[in-house]
Nanobody
Framework: QVQVVESGGGLVQPGGSLRLSCAASGRILSLYDMGWYRQAPGKQRELVATITNGGSTNYADSVKGRFTISRDNAKNTVYLQMNSLKPEDTAVYYC??????????????WGQGTQVTVSV
């Protein structure tokens, strides 16, 4: 069974920083694209950033220049460094990992989400 777990959320003041972590574990044969998504109250879930296994990244326009996604393939972990945080960044952040597991089928696995609150 594949598990995806996020950590690192919390309360931060505007202009502050947080680093989120997401670790995939279990029977993993191959780990492909990983990404971060977020959902604010009353809003649709949106893509924040993605990273391929080779390290190619993509960001939502709203976070470009402020957020950095990275990964450590040896640890099956993806990170999201968030700088210059704004109140508009407040949301539950979810990790997604594309995984080939024990059934040899490529699937998307989601973490449970971690709350990020940016407030004075």
């Amino acid at each position: 069974q594949v598990q995806v777990v996020e950590s690192g959320g919390g309360l931060v003041q505007p202009g502050g920083s947080l680093r989120l972590s997401c670790a995939a574990s279990g029977r993993i044969l191959s780990l492909y694209d990983m990404g971060w998504y977020r959902q604010a109250p009353g809003k649709q879930r949106e893509l924040v950033a993605t990273i391929t296994n080779g390290g190619s990244t993509n960001y939502a326009d709203s976070v470009k220049g402020r957020f950095t996604i990275s990964r450590d393939n040896a640890k099956n972990t993806v990170y999201l460094q968030m700088n210059s945080l704004k109140p508009e960044d407040t949301a539950v952040y979810y990790c997604n990992a594309q995984v080939v597991g024990s059934d040899y089928v490529r699937r998307n696995y989601w973490g449970q989400g971690t709350q990020v609150t940016v407030s004075v």
